[in-house]
Every structure is written in C-alpha cells, then in structure tokens.
C-alpha cells in the first residue's frame, strides 16, 4: 500500500511566525528518504499553510510523485494545468474550517467537473476525487471519468465506540470494493493516525493512504524520518 505523506503542516508551523522556517521542501526530501511513495499538499483558496511557490519549489525537488489537493474553482484549475503535477485530488473547501470537513460532493458539481477534469488529463495528469464511501458519490465519480477516488475515512476515525467505528469501517469497505469494480484507483485518507490506520490497511482494495497532520505531530518527538518509517511500517508490516 501506497503513502502519501501531507506536509502541509510544516508549512503551517512557518506560517504562524511568519519565518522561512521549517521548510516543507526539505520536509519532502526527508519523507521520500524515508519511505514515502508520494507528496501531498494542499494549496488553499486563503494560503493559510502551503503557498504557490512551496507548490513550483516541490514540483521540480519531489522525486517521488506530487499530488497537489485543491477546490474545483477556475483558478486552481488553471493553476494546476501549469504546474502539471503528477495527480491532482479535488476536495471541498470552505473558508472557516480548520481542515477538510467531508468529501467533495460530486453530484452537485458534475457540471463543473465534467469539463475540468478531461482539461487536466490531457496535460497527463491524474484525476482524484476526495467523497464520502457512498455508492451515488462512486458512480458519479466513475460516470466523470475519474481516474481515482479518495474515501474520506473521517467518520470512521471520529468514532465514538468500537460500534461505530465497525459501522463506519464496513462503509469504507464496501465503497472501496465498488470502486476497483468500476476500474477506480481507490485511495483513502483523513484522520488517520498511529493507532486506527492498521484497520484501514487490511482492505486490499485500497491502495494508497495520505496521512498528514499525525505523522507531523509524531515528528515532534522522534523526527520526521523516524515518524514516516514508523508510518510506512503499519502500512507495509
């Protein structure tokens, strides 16, 4: 199985100060010696962490794959298109949140993603949809033409209790058997940490993980390097 590690947070913590440290670059090179198959970031409407030049920086440093997240709005897209990243996810946004709150939906965007996402393959990059483990969301990816999907894995990470989590686990499950059935690439990721991710591991239909805000936070105390392979490890025991 596949990670992605999300560097965003690095970024994040040089945007609190306003320094040229840490830097997300070096963050990157130092997560790939360490195991991780892909990069991931997030370049938000409000540049709250990762900023543009972090992204062009990236896309000539990362020698893995660059899988740029962003919203589905005319500037991203164009954006993207230029930098030509290796996949692209598309991913709700809004303005007040403190992170990705649930998948993209898909259904009420066709119109929008019908025309943007052939826009990007053309310049050979791979389109990802980041939604919810539900069958309409799925079809609807696959009716687009998407090259992969992105189950959110946040309910099941929030869980309450062992019931829930079981609920919201067979959820993401079932959603990922649907969408290798319908030829998608299946990825997951939100909220994913040290202690719930080996469930998600043992769903052979998914493929790659991008985890993020744990891995950084696990940083803290061992090093960046230590806590990708740490990660990796779960991943691949």
Not at 73 to 80: G, K, P, Q, V
Not at 87 to 116: A, C, H, N, Q, Y
Not at 183 to 200: F, K, P
């Amino acid at each position: 199985m596949k990670l992605g590690v999300n560097i965003d947070h690095v970024a994040t913590l040089r945007q609190a100060r306003g320094t040229r440290y840490p830097d997300p670059i070096a963050a990157a090179a130092t997560a790939e010696a360490a195991g991780a198959d892909q990069i991931t970031v997030h370049l938000r409407e409000d540049r709250r962490h990762i900023q543009e030049a972090d992204v062009r920086l990236l896309r000539r440093s990362v020698q893995t794959e660059l899988n740029l997240e962003m919203a589905v709005t005319d500037e991203m897209i164009r954006f993207a298109i230029d930098l030509a990243p290796e996949s692209v996810t598309f991913v709700p946004e809004k303005r007040e949140e403190l992170t990705t709150e649930g998948g993209l939906d898909v259904i009420r965007l066709k119109k929008k993603l019908v025309r943007s996402i052939p826009e990007l393959q053309k310049k050979g990059i791979r389109v990802s949809l980041f939604i919810e483990p539900e069958k309409g969301m799925i079809e609807t990816s696959r009716e687009l033409r998407a090259d992969a999907i992105e189950l959110h894995t946040g309910r099941y990470a929030d869980a309450p209790d062992e019931g829930k989590r079981a609920f919201e686990i067979k959820r993401v499950a079932e959603a990922a058997r649907q969408g290798q059935s319908l030829d998608l690439w299946v990825a997951a990721g939100h909220g994913l940490n040290y202690q719930n991710t080996a469930a998600i591991t043992q769903i052979r239909e998914i493929r790659e993980l991008n985890i993020g805000h744990a891995i950084i936070a696990r940083a803290v105390f061992v090093g960046l390097e230590q806590a990708v392979r740490e990660m990796k490890k779960i991943l691949s025991p």
